[in-house]
């Protein structure tokens, strides 16, 4: 059995795979006792061949299948992990080679069953972004010291610094227990790493102030491509899923403004959309529904706001931060 495995998810990033991938080998000579595994999600391009160059190492598997989107590709690799700690690299960024040596590190004093550290964005050509505020960041109460999984989950809501990348979190395979992804939506992330987190109450987690991740902004990212049908669809199925989650996460403080932070966020898009009748019909089912099934996270101002002041709302909050 491997310490650590690396999962690296790609579909058409012909121009990205090798800087991912050698980024990777680059930290395994520095830290040996590492599987990588690839996944390509039926790439049209040379992605799957420039994959195939590195398939001679013992510890690389390469998976390759049809297109199922990131959350599919995540899922393919999860039964054939090897490790007792496993980490997410999406195939367009890439890892410092130092990673391994400081997860190690902390692992091996402290033992933790999480650790999440944080990553530095920097843009397709080359230049620092210095014009979004840093957004990888932790409360300043978190670092450098073990917390229980769900007290770092309200200390991250209550300071709005949650991240819910995986690719910003190591953790002990056994906790795949409780959390996969989501197939077929975007913002699986809020749902894989909440239940990462509060699937397992007692979880120890180990929050490192050191930026190991590096991420890439690029324009044909899913995350950058504005399909706000999609996002609308996508934030609903998130936001419905949350509250089925209710009953058993009714102790954790931060549950209900995560959830509420998660209504704005769908209220931010469809103002964005709000073109047709349909989509208003839409919006208003989601609301009656989210009403009936827990009324108390409308309790929220960003909610209220955003609700009433659409656009002008956002505008503000836009403003707002980047000022701050």
């Known amino acids: 059995m491997y310490k650590f495995a690396v999962v690296i998810t790609a579909y058409n990033i012909e121009n990205y795979i090798d800087e991912a991938i050698r980024s990777v080998l680059n930290a395994v000579k520095l830290f040996s006792n590492v ?37 599919s590709a995540r899922n393919a690799a999860l039964d054939v992990i090897n490790s007792e700690f496993v980490m997410f690299l999406d195939g367009d960024d890439y890892i410092e080679e130092n990673i391994f040596l400081s997860i190690d590190k902390i692992i091996t004093t402290l033992s933790p069953d999480i650790i999440t550290f944080d990553a530095k964005e920097f843009l397709d050509d080359g230049y620092v972004d ?4 840093p957004s990888f960041s932790r409360p300043e109460n978190c670092y450098g010291k073990i917390l229980n999984s769900v007290e770092y989950f309200n200390h991250c809501i209550q300071e709005n610094k949650y991240n819910v990348s ?14 996969s992804f989501h197939e077929g939506i975007m913002f699986e992330d809020n749902l894989f790493t909440t239940d990462l987190l509060l699937g397992k109450r007692n979880s120890k987690v180990y929050c490192l102030n050191e930026p190991l991740y590096c991420r890439r902004l690029r324009p044909s990212s899913v995350m ?30 931060g549950y209900r403004q995560f959830t509420s932070n998660i ?23 989601l609301l009656t529904n989210v009403l009936f099934k827990w009324p108390a996270i409308f309790l929220s101002f960003r909610f209220i706001a955003s609700l009433i002041l659409g ?14």
């Open 35 to 71: 599987q990588i595994i690839v996944v390509d999600d039926g790439s049209t391009d040379s992605t799957l061949s420039k994959i195939r160059m590195y398939e001679d190492s013992d510890f690389f598997t390469l998976i390759s299948k049809d297109n199922g989107g990131q959350s």
């Open 263 to 285: 209504l704005t966020t769908a209220c931010f898009t469809f103002w964005m959309q709000a073109n047709s009748v349909k989509k208003f019909k839409d919006f208003s089912s």
């Open 130 to 133: 210095t014009i979004r505020p």
């Open 224 to 253: 950058t491509t504005l399909n706000y049908d999609y996002w609308f669809t996508s934030l609903k199925t998130v936001l419905l899923t949350l509250i089925r989650q209710k009953p058993s996460r009714l102790d954790v403080r």
């Open 311 to 324: 656009k002008k709302y956002m505008a503000l909050a836009s403003f707002i931060k980047g000022r701050l």
């Open 166 to 179: 995986p690719c910003m979190y190591f953790f002990r395979v056994e906790l795949l227990d409780f959390a």
